[in-house]
């Protein structure tokens, strides 16, 4: 019944113009090859609108929409979970949490594309190892993984770290994928070795680290930033000849032009 509702609701939000934009730059890999996906054309927001209605949404109505061949709802369940995930967290339901990880792991064949991948593995599965509920080397697991959107996952749930000061697993998994063949990994590595980078950029005040964390206390995001953004330079000049291009350029973004324009022409290796 609920699966019912649900995608009556999905109806009112269809636009054609939008299926159309997403058909345009949403592929899916599988094992047999890459293929489209197939979108209704819902936009997240309005899919976060639903999800915040349906938080608590039973197993079975859930593992249908997240097994569902339609990308939307597939996306739907996992903000579903978000939802629910950060409910728990807030509660201090470290059973529940517990719970929702490992839904998500048993499923994750269909987390399937890079914006299933990137709304969800930082706030489910990056936060349950952050939160010492997986062991960190399922991190390293994924990223040996032969699945394209299982090294994806590895790389973005380390934000999970990097929100909370601590950019080393995120170091390690970026060498790691440096040989990667994919432009969707080169992408995902340059983002997170760019939100590394962040946290060295001013006007930050030192702050509790996030809620739920049950390690606690303070860090100190201006002297723990700028040790962060020399570890990324350190990083970047010593793996200058394997780092794939497009990381590179998302990786420096932020950095002043003059450095920026070295690291391109390679006058800081």
Not at 106 to 112: H, I, S, T
Request: aromatic letters at 8%; proline letters at 1%; glycine letters at 6%.
């Amino acid at each position: 019944m609920a699966v019912k509702k649900i995608r009556e609701e999905l109806v009112k939000y269809i636009s054609q113009k939008q299926k159309k934009n997403y058909q345009r730059f949403f592929r899916v890999i599988t094992e047999e090859g890459e293929k489209k996906d197939k979108f209704i054309g819902v936009r997240v927001p309005d899919l976060r609108k639903i999800a915040k209605r349906f938080v608590g949404l039973i197993d079975k109505d859930l593992l249908k929409l997240l097994r569902s061949e339609v990308h939307e709802e597939r996306l739907l369940a996992l903000l579903v979970l978000v939802e629910e995930n950060e409910k728990v967290i807030k509660s201090g339901n470290r059973l529940k949490q517990k719970k929702i990880v490992n839904l998500y792991l048993r499923n994750k064949g269909w987390v399937n594309n890079w914006d299933l991948v990137d709304l969800s593995a930082h706030y489910i599965l990056g936060r349950a190892v952050f939160d010492r509920l997986k062991p960190r080397s399922i991190l390293t697991e994924l990223v040996n993984s032969s699945s394209m959107w299982d090294r994806r996952i590895a790389v973005i749930a380390s934000w999970a770290f990097i929100k909370n000061g601590k950019i080393d697993l995120t170091l390690r998994l970026a060498r790691k994928l440096l040989a990667d063949k994919e432009d969707l990994i080169h992408k995902a590595v340059g983002w997170m070795l760019r939100e590394c980078w962040k946290l060295g950029e001013g006007g930050r005040k030192s702050a509790r680290v996030s809620k739920g964390n049950q390690r606690g206390g303070f860090i100190n995001k201006k002297d723990e930033g700028k040790k962060a953004q020399k570890q990324v330079e350190q990083f970047l000049i010593k793996n200058y000849n394997k780092i794939p291009r497009t990381t590179l350029r998302y990786a420096i973004e932020r950095m002043d032009e003059r450095k920026r324009k070295k690291f391109l022409k390679g006058e800081l290796v």
